[in-house]
């Protein structure tokens, strides 16, 4: 199974910009289609983006299409997540996570196999 961690969270003005890392170890990543997900306090956890297991192709929803891109290199084993034009309501923890199952089935949270601990994203007004 994979191991994943994230980071590059923080705290960033609005309209600002981040880039999150995620690290995959012990397993095969490249078989896997990986998501970014999130949990705003009091909320429950949201898909924010995936990429298929090849990267050839890639999803976002509708909350931040034009504004986060998803990205992944197999050969070193990561996938990031760049934020541009940050908003107080993209406050939350994002994690990253695996999943081998169908891509039509990216924006569920059940569908995903294998989670990180999370990263903390903070927007200030």
């Known amino acids: 199974q994979v191991q994943v961690v994230e980071s590059g969270g923080g705290l960033v003005q609005t309209g600002g910009s981040l880039r999150l890392s995620c690290a995959a170890s012990?397993?095969?990543?490249?078989?896997?289609?990986m998501g970014w997900l999130r949990q705003a306090p009091g909320k429950e956890r949201e898909y924010v983006a995936a990429?298929?297991?090849?990267?050839?192709?890639?999803d976002h929803a509708d909350s931040v299409k034009g504004r986060f891109t998803i990205s992944r290199d197999n050969a070193k084993n990561t996938v990031w997540l760049q934020m541009n034009s940050l908003k107080p309501e993209d406050t939350a923890v994002y994690y990253c996570?695996?999943?081998?199952?169908?891509?039509?089935?990216?924006?569920?949270?059940?569908?995903?196999?294998?989670w990180g601990q999370g990263t903390q994203v903070t927007v200030s007004t």
């Open positions: 996570a695996a999943s081998y199952r169908s891509w039509y089935s990216r924006t569920q949270v059940s569908s995903y196999d294998y």
């Open positions: 012990g397993g095969t990543f490249s078989r896997y289609n």
């Open positions: 990429i298929t297991w090849r990267g050839d192709s890639a």
